[in-house]
C-alpha cells in the first residue's frame, strides 16, 4: 500500500514567493496532520483535519500560512509570502480516526524548504 | 514546562548490544498515549511502538520494547540486540486526553551503533 504522499520533496525559493506544499493522505485515512520540523524548535504541529475539516490552526505561525483540504485525498500547505526563518522540514501525516486502537499517525518522506 | 523530556542527546552503542533511550513526560491527564517514531539519516518519520495510559502490559514490537513505569511517567524505548541500521534520530511523542489527536514531540536522541 502507498504511504503519505508528498511533493515536491525539495524547494529552494527567493524570500517573497509563494510557496504551496502538497499531501496525499494514506488511501482511507481521514485525519491529516501538517507539521514542521527545525533545529531550533523541533516538531511542531502546524494544523490538522478531521474528515476534510479543519479542526486546530493553533499552531499556524501567522497568516502568511494557510491550509486547505478540499477532498479526502489532497491537502496543501501554502506560504505566501515566504521567509527565510520559514525554511524547514515540512510533514505530512495521516492516521485513521476512530479505528485502531492507537490511532497512529503515517508519516510522509517530507519537504525540504529553502527559502533565500 | 515540556511535556517530552529525552535527556540524552546522543548515544553511542555497539552493534548487538541492547540500548535504552529515555523518554519521561508531564501530563495530569489520565488518558494519555505514548510513541516512539524513528528518523534515519534519509529524513522519514517511521512511527516504532505505542503504549496507551491504561495498557497493563509494556509494549513490544519485534526487537522494540517499551519500559512503561506510570508512577514514574516514563516511557523508555529498549532496542534489544542492535544493528547498524538502528543508527537514527528517535523521537518519543505524547497524545493527552481522550478523543485527543495533537502530538506533541520530544527534541530526541541521536542513536549511533558503532561496529
Known amino acids: 500500500d502507498a504511504g503519505v504522499i508528498q511533493s515536491p520533496r525539495h524547494e529552494v525559493t527567493e524570500m517573497g514567493q509563494e510557496v504551496t506544499l502538497r499531501c496525499k493522505p494514506i488511501?482511507?485515512?481521514?485525519?491529516l496532520f501538517w507539521y514542521r520540523q527545525t533545529m531550533m524548535r523541533g516538531l511542531e504541529l502546524l494544523i490538522y483535519?478531521?474528515?476534510?475539516?479543519?479542526?486546530?490552526d493553533s499552531g499556524m505561525p501567522e497568516d502568511r500560512f494557510s491550509a486547505k483540504m478540499p477532498n479526502a485525498s489532497f491537502s496543501t500547505l501554502k506560504i505566501q509570502p515566504s521567509e527565510p526563518r520559514d525554511s524547514a522540514v515540512y510533514f505530512c501525516?495521516?492516521?485513521?480516526?476512530?479505528?485502531?486502537?492507537?490511532?497512529?499517525?503515517?508519516f510522509g518522506p517530507g519537504t525540504r524548504l529553502t527559502v533565500l | 514546562a515540556q511535556k517530552i523530556t529525552q535527556t540524552q542527546p546522543g548515544m553511542f552503542v555497539q552493534e548487538k548490544e541492547a540500548v535504552t533511550l529515555d523518554c519521561t513526560y508531564d501530563?495530569?491527564?489520565?488518558?494519555?498515549?505514548l510513541f516512539w517514531y524513528k528518523q534515519p539519516s534519509s529524513g522519514e518519520m517511521i512511527f516504532l511502538i505505542y503504549?496507551?495510559?491504561?495498557?497493563?502490559q509494556n509494549a513490544t514490537e519485534g526487537r522494540y520494547s517499551l519500559n512503561f513505569q506510570k508512577a514514574r511517567k516514563s516511557a523508555n524505548l529498549v532496542i534489544s540486540a542492535s544493528q547498524l541500521g538502528d543508527s537514527a534520530m528517535y523521537f518519543c511523542?505524547?497524545?493527552?486526553?481522550?478523543?485527543?489527536?495533537?502530538?506533541?514531540f520530544g527534541q530526541g536522541t541521536r542513536l549511533t551503533i558503532n561496529p
Open positions: 501525516a495521516s492516521s485513521f480516526l476512530p479505528g485502531e486502537r492507537t490511532d497512529t499517525q503515517y
Open positions: 488511501s482511507g485515512h481521514n485525519s
Open positions: 503504549q496507551g495510559s491504561y495498557d497493563e
Open positions: 483535519f478531521n474528515n476534510n475539516v479543519p479542526i486546530d
Open positions: 501530563t495530569s491527564d489520565q488518558s494519555y498515549g
Open positions: 511523542a505524547m497524545r493527552e486526553g481522550l478523543g485527543a489527536q495533537k502530538l506533541v
